[in-house]
């Protein structure tokens, strides 16, 4: 059997600080896994510089020109970490048939990637690092984070507890996921869409080497807002229960009034007003939802996602090995 070819895909953004410390390290995780039979000696780095201000793009074409087994992309300009990941591995299906993404900053253990790659050999075709501990993290980056996943849960966007971007995927599913067409992105909880056997493997985190977080508080949120509102329309769901809620405490109170009216400990005007803004308040809080479940359903529909996958098949020959003919 062919040794596959890995790309570990390597977002950058201002990271001059760090790359220069974590890039051999990256290198030699390579090295040992080549030297361990479990890649090809094809497999590359491959770093992708998210329009960063700074000299990360100079330290990266420097990188590669000593060593042919880094190799880099340059977006036109930041466009996020989940675009630049995104871009990365998009280069790389067609070069790899295996890529791990992670970031730069050395604070995910680079030596999971042994594990990773074993779990492939045994026929996982996407392998999450899941982060075991976080106690080198602040008490607020810990706890914003936790609280993060916990409210994606219940928002109905569902992802692997305290997995962040550091993860296995075969050029297999990654060919399926780019008939993902979302403008709108959010790859831990897209990823698992896509299907496939998969499993996880547990890391410790670490400090970031040097330079500062990207993600502050503000970003955490975007992202937490992005993840939740394109995988799942259950805020809108909310809405339309809380109009039904609305509505019928509106009804009770309706009751009520009526009832002190003719029991006559009620002020003049006050059965009247009070009754229409009751019922209105529950009308429109109602009207909205049932208006929102239409624009959720053309939010799912302009997707186009594709409704099912099929991951192998006996017998037949796919299309690409008809071409190949
Ligand atoms: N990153 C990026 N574009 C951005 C922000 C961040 O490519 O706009 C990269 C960054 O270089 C790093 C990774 O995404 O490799 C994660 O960022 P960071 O370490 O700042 O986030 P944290 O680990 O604190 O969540
Ligand atoms: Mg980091």
Redesign the pocket.
Same mark, same amino acid.
């Given at each position: 059997m062919d040794l596959p070819v890995l790309y570990i895909v390597?977002?950058?953004?201002n990271?001059e600080e760090v790359l220069p410390i974590t890039a051999p390290e990256f290198l030699e995780e390579l090295e040992f896994l080549k030297s361990e039979k479990l890649i090809s000696d094809k497999s590359r780095i491959m770093f992708?510089n998210?329009g960063s201000r700074d000299k990360t793009w100079e330290i990266i074409k420097d990188l590669s020109s000593k060593n042919e087994a880094y190799t880099g992309i340059c977006l036109s300009r930041?466009r996020?970490?989940q675009n630049?990941l995104l871009g990365g591995l998009m280069e790389a299906k067609d070069l790899a048939d295996i890529t791990i993404s992670i #970031?730069? #900053?050395g604070?995910d253990d680079i030596k999971a990637m042994t594990e990773m790659v074993k779990q492939y050999h045994e026929g996982c075709e996407v392998v999450y690092g899941v982060r075991s501990k976080r106690e080198t993290d602040t008490f607020m980056k810990r706890f914003t984070a936790e609280s993060f996943y916990k409210l994606m849960k219940i928002m109905g966007a569902e992802v692997v507890f305290n997995h962040a971007d550091y993860r296995l995927v075969s050029s297999k599913v990654l060919k399926e996921f780019s008939n993902f067409k979302e403008v709108n992105i959010f790859l831990r909880g897209m990823i698992p869409l896509v299907g496939f056997k998969s499993t996880s493997v547990y890391y410790e985190r670490h400090e970031?080497i040097a330079g500062e977080?990207?993600?502050p508080l503000s970003k955490m949120l975007a992202l937490a807002f992005d993840g939740i509102t394109s995988l799942s329309i259950k805020p809108i769901r909310i809405i339309t229960g809380s109009g039904v809620v609305v509505s019928l405490l509106s009804f009770i109170m309706i009751i009520y009034m009526i009832v002190g009216y003719f029991l006559g400990n009620t002020i003049q005007g006050w059965v009247s007003t009070s009754s229409i803004i009751c019922f209105l308040c529950g009308v429109q809080i109602l009207s909205l939802g049932v208006i929102g479940e239409y624009v959720g359903k053309i939010y799912l529909e302009t997707k186009a996602r594709p409704r099912y996958i099929i991951s192998e098949r006996t017998g037949l020959s796919s299309k690409q090995s008809e071409e190949d003919l």
């Open positions: 390597i977002p950058c953004y990271e992708v998210d930041n996020g970490h630049a #970031d730069c #900053d604070q970031r977080s990207h993600y």
